[in-house]
């Protein structure tokens, strides 16, 4: 008599700061448990808990930004991640707790449910000595910071001096993170499987620094020239480090992808199209 295959290891993670999410736990435990071997559950973005417990799968109960806290903390080790949101944007965390609760056996057996999304790693080196890292899954932006003047940043791309940016600052991202700060500020929108990276100048004192996207191998390095005493590098907008002049930020692409759970009940724009709404037209009366 054939044997029956094993169940998926899950853990589920929780957003500790918002309290619907400590309400959630325990009721997505009971409905995932008839479909998975629930490995343990926690309060936490630190999704090394996880590992440790030998989960194949990580349910990330909170919102994007938990999302990105939780794979930054994998770093090479990423598993697929099961984002549920709570009514807010939920651009990459797809699932409601309904939504996750009709479709979880699914997404168990169906492995082709598992999109992969680049990610950054930066290093910041002072004095030809590394002092910061991080990885970003969104974005690596360097900003000016009060007092808010002008900071000059000269670009260099594979080592080849590209251009220098006076202004408020410099976005480097990923095509997830098109759709965050770097929409805000004009650049350009990237599908998720894109291989390039993209760099969006911040209210350039020009009028010819553009959005530029770049092949996703490039190295990317940020000189810091010019800084204010608030100038600092962002990683995902939750992780920083202060800048001063002569400070060097190389960015590029990261050796391991996000792994991310997509809805199946939704195509590849609905994201776009229903929450950004992109290129709707304008209300008539």
């Known amino acids: ?16 700061d918002k309290s619907v999410v400590q309400d959630a736990i325990d009721p997505v435990r009971a409905f995932a448990e008839p479909h998975c071997d629930i490995v343990g559950a926690a309060l ?14 990580i349910v990330v109960l909170g919102g994007d930004g938990t999302l990105l806290a939780v794979s930054r903390s994998l770093g090479d080790r990423q598993i697929p991640l099961i984002g ?20 979880l056996p699914a997404i168990l057996r169906d492995h082709d449910l598992v999109s992969e999304r680049a990610i950054l790693g930066g290093r910041v080196l002072r004095d030809d000595e590394q002092c910061f890292d991080s990885l970003a899954v969104n974005d690596c932006i360097v900003q000016a910071g ?7 940043l000269a670009v ?3 080592g080849i001096h590209l251009t220098t ?15 965050a700060h770097n929409l805000s500020a004009g650049g350009p929108l ?31 390095e940020i000189v810091v020239q010019r800084a204010n005493s608030g100038t600092t590098v962002l990683f995902d907008g939750q992780v920083s480090f202060p800048l001063r002049a002569g400070d060097r930020v190389i960015v590029q692409r990261y050796s391991s992808t996000m792994k991310l759970v997509r809805n199946p009940a939704y195509p590849k724009w609905h994201g776009l199209v229903t929450k950004l709404h992109w290129g709707q037209s304008p209300a008539c009366e």
């Open 1 to 16: 008599m054939p044997t029956a295959p094993a169940k998926r290891r899950v853990f589920i993670l929780g957003n500790p």
């Open 44 to 57: 936490g973005m630190d999704g090394v808990v996880a590992l440790d417990a030998g989960a194949e799968y």
């Open 84 to 103: 549920v949101n709570f009514g807010k944007l939920g651009y990459l965390a797809e699932f409601t707790v309904d939504e996750l609760r009709e479709h």
């Open 146 to 152: 009060p007092p808010f003047r002008v900071i000059d």
């Open 156 to 158: 260099r791309i594979n």
């Open 165 to 179: 940016i006076g202004g408020d600052g410099l976005i480097v991202c990923t095509p997830v993170g098109s759709t």
């Open 190 to 220: 990237m599908q998720g499987g894109v291989l390039g990276i993209a760099l969006t100048p911040l209210c350039p004192h020009s009028l010819t620094h553009r959005p530029l996207v770049v092949e996703h191998q490039s190295e990317i």
